[in-house]
């Protein structure tokens, strides 16, 4: 936000006024005020208020929590611009979080609604057809398997989260144009919906049949965490491959059996930031602010910063050590590129600002506002945005962790790292050219591909094999 010659300064701004201003039960009147800011300047006093609210739940203040909610409440909208979109689904959040203290209060609040498998689907294909990153995930994971299985006459994939017939129907399309001809392929999809399944099947057997292409489809109705390595039925002479796209996460899960552990520093962040300072700083970005202000105000819990912990996760040790023993003769890994899985409350909360707040900018620039849009926003965004803060032990699923983390973890359990190829790099390039925003990002890091928008990255796609074929 620059200050325009003619303007009031940012000292006779009433929002001068905001960083006087606590969360307190004295202080539960509206601020008409408030309502009368600019779009930056709402954006930021949201992020100090969130922030300031997310202390006070995390502290276990009930009142000012909810005096909290009350101020966000007159500058929150699901249907305003960026922040306040944002605004409104980390409050739903926090506010769920609350609840969750009055276990009867929250579960008759919650009796009637129905959890619908068939949206969840729904708004995965529309973030699938309304941004680049999941087709970005399908069309490297797909190169990454042609490449790994030249020559190979007798191909077996392994779908962790089978849902979108499209990844495979333009695999079989390019192995079907292989010189030497197309192998005998078998993928086994793995969902906990069997119509889900159903549907895969129907599709991709179709295609096959188009194709010319042995093919064959193993359905596994399941989820993730509870997967019987068993029903994989790995043949003798099949060429294993593994494809994990925004699932691997969810397994770590199992693992949080320990006692929470609260932050020592939850109370401070409230005032470390003087919001004088904040307008300042007319230059930044709202993700600048939140990365180098709000999250550095907060200091990180000691198992943000530390290096991944393989004793506090033996489950996910166990299920990676399954697969290993598959002998994968390459394993593709897409994850979100962000640290959710922190035992503290406001370490998951100001991470969470910044990723969500880059993705739901992301949709801004380059989605026209529809229906469509604000499903993603909804049903997919915002319920990731609730598991990540209002809930914890196993049914906290969205467990996200950077590359720093899933390297050694990978590594650990057995598997050598694939650098994925220039040709795989060049293939992304163009793909994200041919949407026409220059928002978006792809750089290689360590060998493998991270997907930005603008300086933010936000997914991470790394390739591994069984070491033997290392």
Known sequence: MVQKEGSSSVNSSPLQLFSLMSLSPGLGSPYPWLRELKSEERGLCLIQLLVACANQVAAGNVENAN????????????????????????????????????????????????????????????FFD?????????????????????GEKMVHIIDLHSFEPAQWIDLLQALSARPEGPPHLRITGIHEQKEVLELMAHRLIEEAGKLDIPFQFNPIVSKLENLDIECLHVKNGEALAISSVLQLHSVLALDDEMPRRQSPSVSK???????????????????????????????????????????SSPKMGSFLNALRGLSPKLMVVTEQESNHNAHSLMDRV??????????????????????????VEKMLFGEEIKNIIACEG?????????????????????????????????????????????????????????????????????????????
């Not at 009055?102 to 609604?113: C, E, F, I, M, R």
């Not at 941004?131 to 299985?149: D, G, H, K, Q, W």
């Not at 910044?354 to 900018?361: E, G, I, P, S």
């Open 67 to 126: 005096v909290g909610l009350e101020q966000i409440s007159h500058l929150a909208s699901p249907d305003g611009d960026t922040m306040q979109r944002i605004a409104a689904y980390f409050t739903e959040a926090l506010a769920d979080r609350m609840l969750k203290g009055w276990p009867g209060l929250h579960k008759a609040l919650n009796s009637t609604k129905i959890s619908s498998v068939s949206e969840e689907i729904l708004a995965q294909r529309l």
């Open 394 to 470: 196993l049914e906290r699923k969205e467990r996200h962790e950077r590359l720093e983390k899933w390297i050694p973890r990978l590594e650990l359990a057995g598997f050598g790292r694939v650098p994925l190829s220039y040709h795989g790099m060049l293939q992304a390039t163009r793909l994200l050219q041919s949407y026409g925003y220059d928002g978006y990002r792809i750089k290689e890091e360590k060998g493998c591909l991270v997907i930005f928008w603008q300086t933010t990255p936000l997914f991470s796609i790394s390739a591994w094999r069984f070491r033997r074929y290392s």
């Open 350 to 375: 100001t991470e969470a600002l910044n990723f969500y707040a880059t993705l739901f900018d992301c949709l801004e620039s380059t989605v026209p506002r529809s229906i469509e849009r604000e499903k």
């Open 130 to 150: 309304l941004c680049p990153f999941l087709r970005l995930s399908y069309v490297i994971t797909n190169l990454a398997i042609i490449e790994a299985m030249e």
């Open 269 to 311: 962040s409230l005032n470390s930031v003087p919001i004088q300072r904040v307008f300042q700083m007319n230059s930044l970005t709202l993700g600048d602010f939140l990365e180098k202000d709000v999250v550095n105000g907060c200091s990180p819990s000691i198992d943000s910063l530390s290096p991944v912990s393989f004793a």
